[in-house]
């Protein structure tokens, strides 16, 4: 029976300490190869701190990581050849051109002269950077610059990509050209990406995990996550109808459903009703049919999911609440 594939990324117990404050606290998880994972945090989580520390730039105080089953802290080398970085500042090289410094980058990377020319060409088109190639980087706008670190990040094509912050700065039709192209990596690299974009995350990456003090709150797929943390659907109609019957009709529906919110009536009889549920299943069809079959008048009806913002934002105000439940 052949010995089953390590992980692309594994972290263990993993500890950092400045100054004897701990930037990461014990943290531990695990990316399988060809996974798209959005890493979120506050600032001064310690999201930047843990890439850093997965890259081998930073060393660890305590725990473990491991690249496609490589240590990071006893073989670095094999460590670079496996990972393609993107820092949140980006330092580049201001006075080279786009092309010598992607061929520059792709020597040291270790790819092969005769392979490198048709491999520059395309993470250039890939990028939307060809018509700047023979451009000075230190000319060029911000998005452009963000691109070309997003170019040599991919360029020798290694298993793992960590960029963190990689569409700050861009415009929408950059975020969408970035937003392709990593969706594009989906199992041929393992990519993680840490940003403040949420709806990007959300739309890109297969699983999520939240920071918050060091340490991690939350996990998951977005939609788990919203199960997890928040656990409610939203329907919000415009009805017309005995209102005061309302609540003895939605409970023979089989699924709770609470009304939330109520409007005043319009001239017409509408109201802007809020209904709210922990079932997971849809529940539209059901709760339309069940109104027009007892005579209401439905104007719309629409069904709403809590956001990834919203989830981030319950998760790490429940991880502050219980440090200040701890402290009392």
């Not at 701190?49 to 670095?76: D, E, H, K």
Request: glycine share 10%; hydrophobic share 40%.
């Amino acid at each position: 029976m052949p010995e089953p594939t390590p992980s692309a990324i594994s972290v263990s117990h993993l500890v950092k300490t400045f100054a004897g404050v701990a930037a990461v606290n014990d943290i531990s998880f695990s990316v399988a190869r060809g996974e798209i994972i959005g890493f979120l945090g506050p600032n001064g989580a310690g999201k930047s701190t843990t890439m850093r520390i997965l890259t081998g730039y930073l060393p660890a105080t305590s725990g473990s990581v491991a690249i496609c089953g490589f240590p990071v802290a006893t073989q670095p080398e094999e460590i670079k050849r496996r990972i393609g970085y993107m820092p949140e500042n980006n330092p580049l090289p201001e006075d080279m051109r786009v092309s010598e410094y992607l061929y520059y980058r792709g020597r040291l990377k270790e790819l092969p002269r005769a392979k490198l020319g048709p491999r520059i060409d395309e993470v250039l088109e890939a990028c939307d950077l060809k018509r700047v190639r023979h451009k000075i980087i230190g000319r060029l706008s911000k998005g452009y610059r963000q691109r070309v670190g997003i170019a040599e990040a991919i360029l020798a094509e290694p298993p793992v990509i960590i960029m963190d912050e990689p569409t700050i700065g861009l415009d929408p039709h950059q975020i969408l050209i970035v937003r392709d192209l990593i969706a594009s990596l989906r199992g041929r690299m393992t990519v993680i990406i840490s940003s403040h974009i949420l709806p990007e995350i959300e739309m890109t990456c297969d699983r999520v995990l939240i920071i918050n003090q060091g340490r991690i709150v939350a996990q998951g797929t977005p939609a788990e996550l919203r199960a997890e943390i928040l656990g409610r659907n939203a329907y919000t109609l415009e009805l017309a109808g005995d209102f005061g019957a309302l609540p003895g009709l939605l409970a023979g529906i089989g699924s709770p459903l609470h009304v939330a919110s109520q409007g005043e009536p319009d001239p017409s009889g509408f109201r802007t009703v809020t209904l709210v549920t922990d079932a997971a299943g849809e529940l539209g069809e059901s709760l339309l049919g069940t109104l027009i079959g007892a005579g209401w008048r439905v104007r719309a009806i629409s069904r709403s999911h809590p956001t990834l913002e919203d989830v981030f934002l319950a998760a790490t105000r429940r991880s502050w609440d219980a440090v200040d439940t701890a402290k009392k």
